[in-house]
T-cell receptor
Framework: AQSVAQPEDQVNVAEGNPLTVKCTYSVSGNPYLFWYVQYPNRGLQFLLKYITGDNLVKGSYGFEAEFNKSQTSFHLKKPSALVSDSALYFCAVREPDSNSGYALNFGKGTSLLVTP | ETGVTQTPRHLVMGMTNKKSLKCEQHLGHNAMYWYKQSAKKPLELMFVYNFKEQTENNSVPSRFSPECPNSSHLFLHLHTLQPEDSALYLC???????????FGPGTRLTVT
């Protein structure tokens, strides 16, 4: 079975400071990993993904994430936070050969609040 | 916004009503999904369609009935819902397995 955990319900950071949103996963094989962002009253927007290759993945809006196989983590990072980054962030995982088809397994989300 | 549209954006319905949610994707994708998003809960996958064929039904009550007439359109027919069904219903699509999904803006459903 595949699962993903986001241990923090909320992350607070001051504008201009680096931010990290944590995600750990559990799959039986090599994972496909994703980060999405959701602004109020909107659908989820894709930020970045790890399929294979370089462990450091760069995505939209200056975000990046590092795949760490030994720690089974895929933390989302940004060097300098903006107030406009305040939103709900979801980590998702799926096993490439899963019998569950194409569906992703999402974490419960982490609310990021960036203060001026 | 993405190339996935959902209508209506907001819906209020009584427990005895019948209504339908519509999703349309303009991205040429082969797979479409329905998710339920409730407050303080992870996204719940409801249904998956691949090339118009339903490939997953995650133990969803029969009061939710999906329909996928073609690869671009997905419906969720609702009847005799319960107040606990009030949630944001999200549609998504993807090209192939392992690829990211693209989400619509959702339909905010309130059951009274």
């Amino acid at each position: 079975a595949q699962s993903v955990a986001q241990p923090e319900d909320q992350v607070n950071v001051a504008e201009g400071n680096p931010l990290t949103v944590k995600c750990t996963y559990s799959v039986s094989g090599n994972p496909y990993l994703f980060w999405y962002v959701q602004y109020p009253n909107r659908g989820l927007q894709f930020l970045l993904k790890y399929i294979t290759g370089d462990n450091l993945v760069k995505g939209s809006y200056g975000f990046e994430a590092e795949f760490n196989k030994s720690q089974t983590s895929f933390h989302l990072k940004k060097p300098s936070a903006l107030v406009s980054d305040s939103a709900l962030y979801f980590c998702a995982v799926r096993e490439p050969d899963s019998n569950s088809g194409y569906a992703l397994n999402f974490g419960k989300g982490t609310s990021l609040l960036v203060t001026p | 916004e993405t190339g996935v549209t959902q209508t209506p954006r907001h819906l209020v319905m009584g427990m005895t009503n019948k209504k339908s949610l519509k999703c349309e994707q303009h991205l040429g994708h082969n797979a479409m999904y329905w998710y339920k998003q409730s407050a303080k809960k992870p996204l719940e996958l409801m249904f998956v369609y691949n090339f118009k064929e339903q490939t997953e039904n995650n133990s969803v009550p029969s009061r939710f009935s999906p329909e996928c007439p073609n690869s671009s359109h997905l419906f969720l027919h609702l009847h005799t819902l319960q107040p606990e069904d009030s949630a944001l219903y999200l549609c998504a699509s993807s090209p192939l397995r392992g690829h990211e999904q693209y989400f619509g803006p959702g339909t905010r459903l309130t059951v009274t």
